[in-house]
């Protein structure tokens, strides 16, 4: 059977997360010129994570069972959260979190991607089989203009699901904005300069023209 939109997003997502992780795990990933690519691993996950508690869960909340499964996504987002404030802590050497072994907060962080990855991809499957291919597609493309306006930063304790989660997220993204212009921290300002945004799969998405490229004359 041929994935959904919605499949082919999340899987799209998930291994860009996972790529964006990978200079995170680099033994001199807290120094000042390489601290950048952990922002930006940071910033996208919390972005994503921020985005599918807005428009993915309302969905997932129908499905039989929908409270339980939600409540689980909640308590891995909190997780994940909090272990990448940790991480950004440890390289910006905030004092509360430099006892921690930074091997510890990525091996966590891992294991808490590999049960995120699980749990969206058994949601999105479900909600596939749940809605017709319109509103699948209409709930894709919500998810992936979501990520474009939520929080920057990971916020652990917040609201993170129905109207209050929905408004913290809102005023967040202010002051995450604030602060990372306060800090100089790299962060993905504007998603149309990531690859991800320029893919096949989001022209496919939206519904875009794909971009002209040059290509070889025809030989004479």
Same mark, same amino acid.
Do not use: C
């Given at each position: 059977?041929?994935?959904? /939109? !919605? ?7 998930? =291994? ?9 795990? +680099? ?20 972005? #994503? ?27 891995? =987002?909190?997780?994940? $959260?909090?272990?990448? @404030? ?12 430099? #006892? ?5 907060? !990525? @091996? ?6 590999? %049960? +995120? %990855?699980?749990?969206?991809? *058994?949601?999105?499957?479900? !909600?596939?089989?749940?809605? *017709?291919?319109? %509103?699948?597609? $209409?709930?894709?493309? %919500? ?34 904005? =604030? ?5 100089? @921290? ?7 300069? +990531? ?7 989001? #022209? ?8 002209? /490229? ?7």
């Amino acid at each position: 059977m041929t994935a959904s /939109t !919605l499949e082919m997003a999340l899987s799209y997502e998930h =291994a860009n997360i996972r790529e964006l992780a990978e200079p995170a795990h +680099h033994p001199a990933a807290a120094h000042p010129e390489r601290r950048h690519r952990t922002d930006w691993f940071y910033a996208i996950t919390a972005q #994503h994570l921020a985005a599918a508690e807005d428009v993915l869960l309302p969905q997932v909340r129908r499905l039989p069972d929908g409270a339980e499964l939600v409540a689980r996504y909640v308590v891995n =987002a909190k997780d994940l $959260e909090r272990n990448l @404030r940790y991480l950004k802590g440890r390289q910006y050497g905030d004092s509360r979190v430099q #006892h921690l072994d930074p091997y510890d907060v !990525l @091996r966590t962080i891992d294991r808490l991607l590999t %049960e +995120h %990855e699980r749990l969206e991809t *058994d949601y999105g499957h479900q !909600l596939s089989e749940q809605l *017709d291919a319109a %509103e699948v597609n $209409e709930l894709t493309k %919500e998810l992936l203009e979501a990520e474009e306006i939520a929080p920057t930063r990971a916020h652990p304790n917040s609201p993170h699901t129905g109207r209050a989660g929905r408004l913290a997220h809102r005023w967040w993204r202010l002051a995450d904005t =604030a602060w990372d212009s306060a800090e100089g @921290r790299v962060v993905p300002a504007k998603y149309h300069v +990531h690859p991800k945004r320029n893919s096949a799969l989001s #022209h496919y998405l939206y519904g875009t023209a794909m971009p002209e /490229t040059d290509t070889p004359a025809a030989e004479k």
